[in-house]
């Protein structure tokens, strides 16, 4: 008995790395990503994501109230190098530089496919808000402070 006890135990472990997820624990965000590339760390929302063949430590922005705030008010990122969003349908998305004190590269992704890049001037070097849109329907957007 303790051995297929044992054995189912070890089955659901494996099933619940390896199968896709729907952005774990965001009831509102759904885009298919194995655990096992996700590295989600819970306690601190961040996530471990490779684009463009560079790893990433990103802060996630998975409710409306987190998509609407994204980075504003940051001057600095510590630990962190932007912001993923999970959308939960396609579409196309604008973000803008509104109250944003750093400068962005902004990728557009559907899915797991980068579909565009956009630069996001911070809103004191610009003066202005600045509204940068996706060039296609996208249901993830990458935000990555520049290195200056």
């Known amino acids: 008995m303790k051995k297929i006890f044992l054995v189912v135990v070890l089955i659901i472990g ?8 729907c952005a774990p624990s ?3 965000s759904c885009i ?9 760390d819970t306690k601190t929302k961040t996530i471990k994501y490779t684009l463009n063949n560079k790893q990433y430590n990103l ?3 998975a409710s409306p109230q987190e998509w609407k705030k994204g980075l504003m008010y940051y001057r600095k990122l510590n ?5 993923i969003f999970f959308f939960p349908d396609k579409q196309i998305r604008s973000f803008w530089n509104k109250n944003t004190f750093m400068e962005l590269d902004v990728y557009w992704l559907n899915d797991k496919v980068v579909i565009g890049k956009s630069y996001l001037p911070s809103i004191e070097k610009s003066k202005n808000i ?9 249901n993830v957007v990458i935000e ?5």
């Open 14 to 21: 494996i099933a619940y790395f390896f199968l896709p997820v």
């Open 26 to 28: 965001f009831k509102d």
């Open 32 to 40: 298919s990503i194995p655990r096992w590339k996700l590295l989600l």
């Open 130 to 138: 600045i509204i940068v849109t996706s060039p296609d329907k996208a």
């Open 59 to 61: 802060l996630i922005a």
């Open 144 to 148: 990555l402070q520049m290195e200056k």
């Open 79 to 83: 630990g962190v190098d932007g912001m």
